[in-house]
Every structure is written in structure tokens, then in C-alpha cells.
């Protein structure tokens, strides 16, 4: 079985750019959790999608978007980006049975975004 | 306030050598979940082991073991003989209810095991 698989995996941006960043989930799963991970702030949970809604939301801005498709894929979207979004993206992929913590997530590559 | 503790920020040992990591949580709720993932120099985070709330049995696999007490809201990582293929950061989790099931990690425990 394919594993979670991110794209791209690294992007240089400048400042006031947006981009995209893909994750394909493991075929099956049904839930996709985005993460921010930053020397400073660690990982931190961005928000998670199940059967294309958004169930669950972290504390970040509203520049930060996302969406998921009906094939389970999902985008995250960083508009206006700042210096301070330079981190490594994680996506995870879960079941999704029930509650985000029932299933165990299985991380992604991830994407390094560098925002110059 | 719910929060995951690592204190140990970088360990180094010696292959062959056991090394325990350490792991702190606080939270409000009854029901939870923990976990530990490893993440070697790729960035990809390996899943390890969940433990929920309710089950504080403690787990072996091959050369790893958890020791999970709630009654000190620890849930440790050992491993045993390390080998320089240990070498990564480990990150502990909590998944909690409260606000919707939401997911913090420590902030990293980086282990290097010379040979």
C-alpha cells in the first residue's frame, strides 16, 4: 500500500506570494491533517479534513486555508505569505473512523516551504 | 491547560547502550490518547505506538518498551541496545477531545547514538 505522499517537497516563495501544497492520503483513509513544524513553535496542528469538510481547526490564520476532494486528496493553501511561514508542512492521513484521535495518522514527507 | 512535556532536549549515548525518553502531559479530560513518533534526518514522522486513556499496560516491541502511568502523567520511551539507526528526533503526542479533538506534540527529544 502507496503511503501519504506530498507535493511538492520543497518551494521557495517570496514574501506577499500564496501557495499550494498537495497530500495524497493512503488509499482508504478518509482523513487528512495538515501540520506546521518550526524550529521555534515544533509541530503544530493546522486543521484536519474528513469526506471534504474541515472537522477541526487550529489556532492559526486565516491566510491559512484548506480543502479537500472527493478522492480524499486535500490542498493547503498559505496566502500572503510572511518570513515567518518558512517550516516544513506535514500532512497526515487516518481512517478517519470516528474522532481524529481513534485512528492513528501516518505522516507524509512533507513539503519545506522557504518564504525569502 | 492541556500540554505535552519532553524535557530531555538533545540525549547521546553509545550503541548497545538503553536510553528512556520522557514524556509529560497535562490535561483536562478523562479520555485521551498518546502517542510517539519518531523522526529520522527525511523529515517523514514514523508512527510508534498510541496508548488510550484507559489502558495503562505497558508495551514491548523488539527493543522498544513504554511504560505508561497516569498516576504521574508520564508515558516514557525506552530503548534497549540502542544502534545508530536509532538516532532521530522523537516526538511525543496528545490527542484530546476538548474543542474537537485536537492533536499536540512535545517539542522533541533528538537522540544520536554513536557507534
Known amino acids: 500500500k502507496a503511503g501519504v505522499t506530498q507535493t511538492p517537497r520543497y518551494l521557495i516563495k517570496t514574501r506577499g506570494q500564496q501557495v499550494t501544497l498537495s497530500c495524497s492520503p493512503i488509499?482508504?483513509?478518509?482523513?487528512v491533517s495538515w501540520y506546521q513544524q518550526t524550529p521555534g513553535q515544533g509541530l503544530q496542528f493546522l486543521f484536519e479534513y474528513f469526506s471534504e469538510t474541515q472537522r477541526n481547526k487550529g489556532n492559526f490564520p486565516g491566510r491559512f486555508s484548506g480543502r479537500q476532494f472527493s478522492n480524499s486528496r486535500s490542498e493547503m493553501n498559505v496566502s500572503t505569505l510572511e518570513l515567518g511561514d518558512s517550516a516544513l508542512y506535514l500532512c497526515?492521513?487516518?481512517?478517519?473512523?470516528?474522532?481524529?484521535?481513534?485512528?492513528?495518522?501516518?505522516f507524509g514527507p512533507g513539503t519545506r516551504l522557504t518564504v525569502l | 491547560a492541556q500540554k505535552v512535556t519532553q524535557a530531555q532536549t538533545e540525549i547521546s549515548v553509545v550503541e548497545k547502550e538503553d536510553v528512556t525518553l520522557d514524556c509529560v502531559y497535562e490535561?483536562?479530560?478523562?479520555?485521551?490518547?498518546l502517542f510517539w513518533y519518531k523522526q529520522p534526518p527525511s523529515g517523514e514522522l514514523v508512527f510508534l505506538i498510541r496508548?488510550?486513556?484507559?489502558?495503562?499496560q505497558n508495551e514491548i516491541s523488539g527493543r522498544y518498551s513504554w511504560n505508561f502511568q497516569k498516576s504521574t502523567s508520564s508515558f516514557n520511551f525506552t530503548i534497549t541496545a540502542s544502534q545508530v539507526v536509532d538516532s532521530a528526533v522523537y516526538f511525543c503526542?496528545?490527542?484530546?477531545?476538548?474543542?474537537?479533538?485536537?492533536?499536540?506534540f512535545g517539542a522533541g527529544t533528538r537522540l544520536f547514538v554513536k557507534a
Open positions: 503526542a496528545l490527542t484530546y477531545p476538548t474543542g474537537g479533538f485536537k492533536t499536540i
Open positions: 490535561t483536562r479530560d478523562t479520555t485521551y490518547y
Open positions: 497526515a492521513s487516518s481512517a478517519g473512523q470516528d474522532r481524529l484521535g481513534t485512528d492513528t495518522q501516518y
Open positions: 496508548r488510550n486513556s484507559f489502558d495503562e
Open positions: 488509499s482508504g483513509h478518509r482523513s
